[in-house]
């Protein structure tokens, strides 16, 4: 029962591996800023819950190589947070609409071997952010 304990806790501690691979396609804009287009292992992301360690293997920096990325995610917003968009309307009455939260996945951390980089990733449906 002992070893069951142990494998379950270290099991749990283990890091996700995400996979973002650099896709074999750019568009010319992103050309341009020397920017690089991934793909993201949507499967893979859903698995990592808040808090979780992530390790990403050979992220793609364009023309500056590749890096492993050690990572974790946190939310931005609390677990009752509401979104609520205010506006006044033309009799100066303030009307508020709410709105879902993003479907978006932040994760924060560094580049392996260099505690001096500050590495952060926004991965949502429509749009990434790094």
């Not at 020397?34 to 050979?58: A, F, H, P």
């Not at 050690?70 to 609409?97: C, K, M, S, W, Y």
């Amino acid at each position: 029962m002992f070893a069951t304990t142990i494998l379950t806790i270290s099991m749990l501690a283990m890091p996700h591996e995400l996979s973002i691979s650099k896709t074999v396609e750019t568009p010319l804009e992103v050309i341009q800023f020397d920017g690089v287009t991934v793909d993201i292992n949507r499967s893979d992301l859903q698995k990592v819950k808040e808090n979780d360690t992530v390790i990403v293997q050979d992220f793609p920096l364009g023309s500056d190589g590749q890096v492993k990325l050690l990572l974790q995610r946190f939310e931005v917003l609390a677990p009752g947070a509401e979104i609520v968009r205010g506006t006044i309307n033309i009799d100066g009455d303030l009307l508020q609409r709410q709105f879902p939260k993003p479907n978006i996945t932040f994760l924060k951390g560094a580049i392996e071997g260099d505690p001096s980089s500050r590495v952060f990733l926004a991965l949502g449906e429509h749009t990434t952010n790094v």
